[in-house]
């Protein structure tokens, strides 16, 4: 049977160790899940984006990420690309203008127009001659939407949200949308932890203005005019304690944070 080799954090190596996690059998478990998800992803035809009612790898996402989607294919079409790229799926993200993931950025001090300009520059011209359409996602853009998949699950959800898209794009190693947000500071373990508040504080919104009889919605439903001020907010107050380890970290390792 192949081997392969699997490097954890040093932290989480520890936690299993003590927990006495069978490794094996949890990573080999996982994988097949995964598989099971690219795979279908990658099958998707990207036509099946206006169905009424989802199927298949799309039946989790909110009308916002399947938005997204949509826009992405249309970026891909315009660009005379064969596949839907992970840089699409980013300026699918920012062509929508209101969704969560946005929040999140410009609470982490990172601008989507400047997302933008740095994801323009890494986006080759179009070929000369009419466009055609794209039809499938390609294979950095069908793991990045199995890492959203993951984030979505990890985190208790029952939906796929442009949230989650972002965290999977950060993920993705190889990706052009992946290698633009790192870039720009979007560091896959502090992206997490401002998504985990930006959602912190949308339910604390919701349970302000809402009736307890009304049911819950994902978060990148909510009107972003009324939640990002807040969620600025929250993301700021959580995401601060961290910066200020790093700050102190990078002190006593002799760098200055503002060179």
Excluded: W
Aim: hydrophobic fraction near 45%.
């Amino acid at each position: 049977m192949p081997k392969i080799n699997v490097y954890l954090p040093d932290e989480l190596a520890e936690a299993v160790k003590e927990a006495g996690v069978p490794v094996s059998a949890v990573c080999q478990r996982a994988l097949e899940q995964a598989v099971r998800r690219v795979t279908a992803i990658r099958e998707t035809v990207l036509t099946d984006l206006d169905l009424e009612v989802p199927t298949g790898a799309l039946i989790h996402l909110t009308d916002r990420t399947r938005t997204v989607l949509k826009l992405a294919a249309d970026r891909a079409g315009a660009a005379g690309a064969t596949a839907v790229g992970t840089g699409h799926l980013l300026a699918g993200l920012l062509d929508e203008g209101g969704n969560l993931a946005l929040h999140v950025l410009r609470a982490m001090d990172i601008e989507p127009g400047q997302v933008g300009r740095d994801l323009a520059q890494r986006t080759p011209a179009p070929p000369p001659g009419e466009a055609g359409p794209a039809r499938r996602f390609s294979g950095t853009a069908a793991n990045a939407l199995e890492f959203a998949v993951t984030e979505s699950t990890s985190l208790g959800h029952n939906y796929v949200g442009c949230e989650h898209l972002l965290l999977g794009l950060v993920a993705e190693p190889d990706g052009t949308a992946g290698q633009v947000l790192r870039g720009l500071g979007a560091d896959p373990r502090l992206t997490r932890r401002a998504v985990v508040a930006a959602l912190a504080g949308y339910v604390h919104l919701r349970a302000q203005a809402q009736k307890p009889a009304q049911p819950a919605q994902p978060a990148d439903a909510a009107n972003p005019a009324d939640t990002a001020q807040l969620l600025a907010s929250v993301v700021r107050d959580q995401l601060q304690p961290l910066l200020e380890r790093i700050t102190r970290l990078e002190e006593r390792a002799g760098l200055d944070p503002d060179a």
